[in-house]
């Protein structure tokens, strides 16, 4: 099974994170900047930690043999305080590198007009610098939040299928399945989606544009779900084909749209944790 979990925090990670990882079959993450708990007191701060999303972080995931590459935004939840939203000026020097696939995480926290604000001048950017968009739909008050999203994006004038509506779930997911956006879920393990519960949602809504994370941070969460959801795919009678598709055929393409996507030479030997022999996968 090769992986590819499309929204990961690994700098909230472990070394022992990208071993197990790379065992289960991990080959490729993508990391969108987000809140890192401490709030920021200025620009500088994002400045550094960006520079740490494409240049630490991916030589720390290469010895793991895991490819990583990056999304970069000013995160709702710091889009309400003044001091940090100078940021959205030096977006740009970052939305031209190579290793930086989309923009985000932007969307909604709390449905402020800083957040509002924010959130369109970054869909803008995404339009400019021919970007996809990762959208993060708010915790609280959630079913709003995804209606209020899908009408900002389609303000934006960005096309529907270069943007993900992520931490999607069994209510919410019926509001985005026909704008013609991605579908993001978060297998978490004790809160909001779970393994089988998403596996009704592919039952249901078929694999088409369903992309699924760990969206593994600093809070209780489990870099490994990913795995997880596409054995429990398997025992319900999803195909090999069926879970690559999801697990990594849509992720590819997904953010294969920045034109940025680098996935050559992903030959990693791995051991198969369920039978314990070393399985040697190609890259495409
Ligand atoms: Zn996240």
Not at 43 to 59: K, Q, R
Not at 77 to 89: M, Q, S, T, Y
Not at 130 to 141: E, I, M, N, Y
Not at 157 to 182: A, C, F, M, Q, S
Request: charged share 25%; net charge negative; glycine share 8%.
């Amino acid at each position: 099974m090769r992986i590819f979990d499309p929204h990961i925090h690994m700098t909230s990670r472990t070394t022992d994170d990208y071993e197990r990882m790379a065992a289960a079959g991990v080959r490729a993450v993508v990391e969108p900047a987000f809140w890192l708990g401490q709030p920021r007191t200025g620009p500088e701060s994002f400045a550094d930690y960006f520079d740490s999303l494409i240049g630490w972080e991916p030589f720390r995931a290469g010895q793991f043999g895991v490819r990583h590459h990056a999304t970069i935004a000013l995160n709702p939840k710091e889009a309400n305080d003044p001091r940090c939203r100078p940021v959205l000026d030096l977006l740009p020097r970052w939305l031209d590198k190579d290793g930086v696939v989309a923009v985000g995480e932007i969307g909604y926290d709390s449905m402020t007009p800083a957040e509002d604000e924010a959130f369109a001048a970054q869909l803008a950017l995404a339009v400019a610098h021919d970007l996809p968009a990762l959208v993060h739909s708010p915790h609280r008050d959630k079913a709003r939040g995804v209606q209020r999203s899908l009408a900002v994006v389609a303000e934006s004038g960005i096309d529907p299928g270069r943007v993900v509506i992520d931490h999607l779930n069994e209510v919410t997911v019926k509001l985005v399945r026909d704008t013609g956006v991605w579908l993001g879920f978060s297998i978490y393990p004790d809160t909001k989606m779970s393994p089988p519960r998403m596996v009704e949602l592919l039952r249901a809504y078929g694999t088409e544009r369903m992309l699924v994370n760990s969206a593994a941070d600093w809070g209780r969460s489990d870099p490994l779900l990913t795995r997880a959801t596409g054995e429990a795919m398997l025992a319900a009678g999803f195909t090999d084909d069926d879970v690559d598709r999801v697990l990594w055929r849509n992720p590819v393409e997904f953010y294969g749209q920045s034109g940025r996507l680098e996935l050559t030479d992903l030959d990693v030997t791995a051991v198969d944790p369920t039978t314990g022999n070393s399985i040697l996968r190609g890259g495409e």
